[in-house]
């Protein structure tokens, strides 16, 4: 649920050239039901750092408020801090193995992000992480997360894992709720992690990659997932080459 490494820029490691942006738009018979008529999952560029910044604060402000974070400490999140952390980390391009993607609504807002590597931040590890997914509060609902998710768990296969893990709060019963739909469940393993300075608790999730998704359960038809699917795999596939 943290950050930290998991922007995933390039240091001193080996990269990868991927293009600066590449975007597929969903076409709007994938929500049939939706006001919104599509919305796009790309690669982040620097000038979507401000936007990311946000979302991350007022996500975790919704999510962790009311125990699961103390008051203050959510109350003392800054967007702009989040932002700078994401200007640097977007002016170099991701390592090799680590994707991020933002969601955008049909207006051009970027309302999500997703960022994902090998587990820990190890480059040498066989499993890969989904360290990061955050969809701003007034989207939530609308199938952004749920687009981020696939084009996580996507690169994560592209990039070679067989599994990918997360860490999640115990207490994030929605977030908990929005992965078991698609196919995480529980390992049992459990950790206190520092994040971002104050210290939570955290369960394991677990889910095999390669595999199909499972979408009998989810409120949208087979049909358009196909499609959801089919756009999100291609920034991937350009990003290999
Ligand atoms: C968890 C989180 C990422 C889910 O994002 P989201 O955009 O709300 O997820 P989705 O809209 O894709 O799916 C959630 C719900 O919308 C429904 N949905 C999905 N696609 C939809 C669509 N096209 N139209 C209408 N509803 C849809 C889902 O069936 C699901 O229903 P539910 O509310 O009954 O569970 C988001 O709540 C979040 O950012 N939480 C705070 C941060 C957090 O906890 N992150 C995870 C930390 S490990």
Redesign the pocket.
Known sequence: ?GLGHEIGSAGAGPSQPRPASSAEAIPSSA?P??EHPALIVREPVETDAPSIGTVHVR??Q??YRGGLMPDEYLDGLFGDDRAQMWAEGLRRPPRATFARFVAEDDGGSVV?FVTVGPADGELNSSEGELY????DPD??????????LLAATDALSEAGFREAL????PG?E??R??YE?FGWGSDGGQRQEEVLGVLVPEVRYRRPLGIDHDFAS???DSDAVGVLSIGLRLPVLETAT
């Open positions: 649920m929500f039901d939706q996500a975790w919704k999510a999500g990061a997914l955050n969809v989207a939530w609902g609308r199938g952004f997360g749920q687009a981020l997360l860490w999640v709060h994030n929605r977030a709720a929005f739909r989810t409120a949208v």
